[in-house]
């Protein structure tokens, strides 16, 4: 909607208004003559206006309901009804004008960040830094982003800093981002000068690809227009032959007009557009970029949804697990080469290796000469060595595996683990083994999508079966399909369309011809934005996946709205048509109370632009949030304590065994008790008042019993603690007893940092290192 458009209905608004209110001066000073003058004249622009966009509907072989509109009017002009025809020249200017507002402030959280887009990048030249184009940067460029400036391409942070993420996520607050984390294009730079790598062009960066879907969305014909032109057959058809037989049986051409008045569609022609893209607007509002009217329709009928597993069920974001080295090699050199070229690439592993590295405090030098090989490693100079990432079979080039190298790929293909290979101008110098983590919203946003009605729901993905199934059990029975290759994925999709509406989600370049078949096709995040914005319909650009059941609950309350607005707008005008051919009212009423339905159907479809009830969120403090994960964090300790005390006993003589139970005794009272007794006094009570409910939290403060019971167990245990130590039946005891305090603890703290991470919102994301193992 152009300005000059607005100006334009605006402009036939106020001459119709003036004309109205002119003519009822003229009239109420006797000057009937006149007045019926003017009110005809300030009609006619009007009708000049509607019959050139009738027109050009026609030249395009489209029979819309305007033209329903454009007779009303004609047929009232030519019977000499100046004040119906005013009347009803208002009524459609004026339902243009809410058109235009409702559009305009719909579209405005749409395109708000298309007037954000970075202009250039302060790229480094031979030891200065120039001013250079986007179309410039190339992958490991060095970049700096001064104080105030807007990230120019996706990126690797070599500095920690203060970032507005609101333009890409919506959220308000702004969060702090430490070196080695990847940070998309279109951020703005909070804090100092801070110098990122570049590991995209500017073409393939998020920025770009969320402005590409803008305007595909834009441009895009809504579906509430296609319904109204659909109907608009029938509709003329019926409101001509309802005139007809009023006029014929009663003689007088009023009733004919007065049926053509009432008959004017302007709940269809308006009110669906407006629910529309409202609803797009508060999608957007909330961080989900919706490819269109079209696609937001076909989401509401969604019942079957497929799931990627790396990276839409899981964090896509491995830690650190292990270094295994060739002879001649430390642990942290073959992770500074690693992390030193993996700077380069916006891959999820390549992240967690750089992250690895900067976490260890270690120098990693600008790589240069960078490819990237997609599902297979990436290749680069680092300082004056040739350096490869990635699977053995891309970094050893069919060469056997070595002594060191076969132990771990044992490992990792029995625990569903991944390791990264690297090697050093052409010998492989070590591997690193990563481990992926179900994203703390996973299970709660699967809850909630059942919740919703989605009775099917599948995890597509091409790993194990023995490792898809881990995952899947984990969240709850989710459907496995697992080892797919891509033609795989598509045909599992296509079988699934045949008789359901199937959703696709996943986050990059491999699930883009799975997004591209399904009916909705939904990109996780910023980072799948960029690399899968041509074929998905929905992005959710703030990385949580309860994001998707926001998008439903939206999808589903607009298109309720729009076809309520529809059935009580049209309802109420085909009810009017039947008394205004009985002749019991007059056109002058009629257009009154046709304006009267406008308004009542165009007020119901903005009621979209609210989002309607939301997965819970945003009733924690984000830094609340946080620092309840940061003691978590803390505990962590305690729980590998317990799980070294318990597999050393066996290993241990009788005073050894006694003295790492008494120090594990006297950990457990010093740090876990204490946590948990004001977990249960203080914490479970708090949040029990933002639930809501009388006793939401039961399940919680049930595990702060176990765990009590279990560390009084223990204390007791180690105050009778004979003085040569546990026997060899009392070990297994205590092994056992130690093991299920772990798993009841680590469990617990897996809930509360599932609530925490719903209570606290987009503002305080959770340490990609915890979650549970995938």
Not at 130 to 153: F, I, K, N, Q, T
Request: a neutral charge; aromatic letters at 2%; proline letters at 4%.
């Amino acid at each position: 909607m152009t300005r000059h458009l607005r100006t334009f209905h605006l402009t036939l608004l106020a001459l119709a208004l003036g004309g109205l209110a002119g003519g009822l001066l003229l009239q109420g000073l006797g000057r009937a003559e006149a007045a019926h003058r003017v009110w005809l004249a300030a009609a006619l622009p009007v009708a000049l206006a509607l019959a050139v966009s009738v027109a050009r509907a026609l030249w395009r072989r489209q029979t819309g309901v305007d033209l329903l509109a454009l007779l009303a009017l004609s047929f009232a002009i030519a019977l000499g009804q100046g004040l119906t025809a005013v009347v009803i020249a208002v009524m459609l200017a004026g339902g243009r004008v809410l058109e235009d507002y409702a559009a305009a402030r719909a579209e405005r959280e749409m395109t708000a960040l298309l007037r954000h887009a970075p202009r250039g990048a302060l790229r480094l030249d031979e030891g200065q830094w120039r001013e250079v184009a986007l179309d410039a940067v190339r992958p490991a460029d060095r970049l700096l982003v001064r104080h105030g400036e807007r990230v120019p391409v996706d990126a690797t942070l070599l500095g920690s800093a203060q970032l507005d993420e609101s333009t890409l996520t919506g959220e308000s607050l702004p969060r702090s981002r430490e070196a080695g984390e990847a940070v998309a294009s279109g951020v703005l730079n909070l804090g100092p000068a801070v110098e990122v790598v570049a590991a995209r062009t500017a073409a393939q960066s998020t920025f770009a690809g969320i402005v590409r879907m803008v305007q595909a969305a834009r441009a895009e014909r809504g579906p509430g227009v296609r319904l109204a032109d659909r109907y608009a057959a029938w509709l003329i058809l019926l409101a001509l032959v309802l005139a007809g037989i009023a006029w014929g049986a009663s003689g007088d051409a009023m009733r004919a007009l007065a049926v053509l008045v009432v008959a004017t569609p302007c709940p269809l022609i308006l009110a669906v557009p407006v629910a529309m893209v409202s609803g797009l607007s508060s999608c957007a509002s909330h961080g989900i970029l919706v490819k269109g009217g079209g696609a937001l329709e076909r989401l509401a009928r969604a019942d079957v949804l497929f799931f990627d597993k790396t990276g839409t069920l899981t964090q896509g974001r491995p830690r650190l697990l292990d270094i295994v080295t060739a002879p001649g090699w430390s642990a942290d050199e073959v992770l500074r080469m690693a992390g030193a070229l993996a700077q380069a690439s916006n891959h999820g592993v390549a992240e967690s290796v750089v992250l690895a590295a900067r976490q260890r405090r270690l120098d990693l030098p600008i790589p240069s000469g960078v490819r990237e090989s997609p599902g297979a490693g990436v290749d680069g100079r680092v300082e004056a060595h040739g350096v490869e990432i990635g699977s053995f079979a891309h970094v050893a080039r069919g060469a056997a595996p070595a002594a060191w190298a076969r132990p771990l790929m044992a490992r990792t293909a029995a625990e569903g683990s991944a390791s990264v290979f690297v090697a050093v101008d052409g010998a492989l110098a070590g591997a690193i083994e990563l481990a992926d983590r179900i994203r703390t919203e996973t299970p709660r946003a699967l809850r909630l999508l059942r919740a919703e009605g989605i009775g099917k729901m599948f995890m597509l993905t091409g790993d194990r079966p023995e490792v898809a199934e881990a995952v899947g059990n984990s969240l709850g029975g989710l459907g496995v399909l697992a080892a797919q290759s891509p033609a795989d994925k598509l045909a599992a999709i296509q079988r699934a369309r045949a008789g359901a509406t199937v959703v696709m989600v996943g986050d990059g370049v491999n699930d883009a011809p799975a997004l591209a078949a399904a009916d909705i096709g939904v990109a996780m995040g910023a980072r799948g934005a960029a690399a899968s914005a041509e074929a998905a319909d929905v992005v959710l650009l703030v990385d949580r996946l309860d994001k998707l059941v926001d998008a439903l609950r939206i999808a589903r309350r607009t298109r309720r709205i729009a076809l309520q607005s529809m059935a009580v707008g049209m309802g109420l005008s085909l009810a009017a048509m039947v008394v205004a051919a009985l002749g019991w009212l007059p056109p002058l009423a009629g257009a009154l109370l046709q304006e009267l339905i406008d308004v009542a159907a165009i007020a119901n479809a903005l009621r979209a632009l609210r989002p309607g009830r939301l997965a819970l969120r945003g009733l924690l403090a984000p830094e609340d949030a946080r620092r309840l994960r940061a003691e978590h964090g803390q505990l962590e300790q305690v729980l590998e304590s317990l799980r070294a005390v318990a597999e050393g006993l066996s290993m241990q003589d009788g005073e050894q065994a006694q003295a790492a139970l008494r120090g594990l005794d006297r950990t457990l009272n010093a740090s876990l008790l204490p946590h948990e007794r004001a977990d249960e006094g203080e914490l479970l009570p708090r949040m029990g008042r933002l639930l809501g409910g009388e006793d939401p939290l039961a399940a919680l403060s049930s595990s702060h019993r176990e765990i009590f019971r279990l560390s009084r167990l223990i204390h007791r245990g180690v105050a009778e603690l004979p003085a040569q130590g546990p026997d060899a039946a009392a070990v297994v005891q205590w092994q056992r007893l130690l093991i299920a305090l772990e798993a009841i603890v680590r469990l617990h703290m897996a809930q509360e940092d599932e609530l925490f991470h719903a209570l606290a919102g987009e503002g305080a994301d959770a340490d990609p290192s915890r979650g549970a193992p995938a």
